[in-house]
């Protein structure tokens, strides 16, 4: 009886403790369970957000020649916006309303380059040189030129330093007319050209078209072969950025291919000195590509566009917003003036520049009108009076529009820089007083010159609600 009774116990301690066990067994499993479905949401989790972040964001690596990852960029989402304007038109003051902006990127007129370095000539087109024949005729932007053009924008808003001309990325308005954000690059790009690297001494840009300047002029002519030639001799080599344009030669209604061989020598003097440049900023352009990946928000400005190339590029770019500019054309024309920056086709006379302006300015409006209607909500027009007179109200605008907040930093510069008393150069981006600025040709132009400047321009000074009669 004992006997069965000790067995029984026994029974009933190893039952337990087999129940112990089990128990044990089921909260370490449950709890390896828990663990795996943990790390496996958790994985899934960091899946989901590289995808999400992927939709935000591509990623650029850079290799040497082993195929070694050596440079890592991230280049974010952006708001990207150009400046669509005229030379001396105001835009400088917009513009500074982005350069302050300590995540935006700011291109300062970078299509000049694109023109220097097609034709091989200096930096610095004048828009109505570009825009118009010596006969006065509007000029049509060849196809090459639309290509290039259209490919210049694309690389820019995407951050793809490594496709820009070097015309672009080293033009002398990337070094002397300093965009914030860009000075680490500009100081590298200053060392290069001061010898003070292990290149040694490079030549610049600027100075390597000097051999090209007697082929190469700087204006269209309706009789002058020379800029049809160049830029066929030039991208014929083949290591020209731009030798897969279908750049087709076309005079008097007949193709023509010109004989490079007499200028043979200069084409690859230039081509050679130019390649030397760009080996050499090879250092300075991923300062370049972090800024601009880094960047919220890219913003291009124009001077040598016209509203029908903007339109294509809309239409090639969906998310692209465009600012159309404008300013009093007596203001701009006396600007001109005053800056030594009258044009040739005008025979540097200030009426004539003003009636060449005017021609420009009604053309972009016709075809603003059909922006307006096509891409409704994607172009805002602006008044440069509106921004100097007014600048807190245009800026908020203008930044509304873009669907961005105001940053501190330019709440600051307007307050501290737009009205105050600045000095500057003449391509300086702060302004004296507003008032003064706007309505300096009243006083700065003859009464002669006021009459015959209203009497070209009268459509855009009447659709525009400028005053006509001045007393």
Known sequence: MAASSGSQNGMA?????????????????VSVLLVVMVIKVYDSGIRLDEQSTRLDQSIKIRTNATGESKHRITVLKKTKVLLMTYMRGGSSLL?????????AVYWFEPFDGVFSELYGSRHGWFPIDLLYTDNEHLRLFT?????????????????????????????????????????????CLKQVNSGKTISGKVVPPWQCKANLTKYCPRRFSTSDKRLTTCVYCLHAHPASPYRDLNISLHRNGKDFV???????????????????YRKAIEGCTPLLEEVCGASGLVAIKAIRLRADLVQRMMLANPDLKVVHEIRDPRGIVLSRRSTGLLSE???????????LLCQRIAYDLSIIRNIEAEFPGRILRIKYEDLALQPEQTTSAFYQFLDLDVPDEVVSYLTNSVSAEVQGNAYSTMRKNGTESVFKWQTKLTDDQIRAINEVCLDILERYSYPIQVE
């Open 13 to 29: 301690i190893l039952s337990g403790k087999k129940k112990v066990c089990i128990k044990q067994f089921i909260y370490i499993f």
């Open 95 to 103: 513009g500074e309303m982005i350069n302050q902006n300590p995540k």
């Open 143 to 187: 196809d090459y030129e639309e290509d290039a053009l259209n490919n210049l924008l694309t690389n820019l808003i995407s951050c793809n330093i490594t496709a820009l001309p070097t015309d672009t990325i080293a033009h002398y308005a990337m070094v002397n007319i300093i965009q914030k954000r860009f000075v680490p690059y500009v100081d």
């Open 258 to 276: 010109p004989d490079c061989e007499q200028t043979s020598a200069a084409y690859e003097a230039y081509a050679n000195c130019m390649r030397s």
């Open 345 to 355: 086709t005008s025979r540097k006379n200030i009426t004539h520049e003003a009636s």
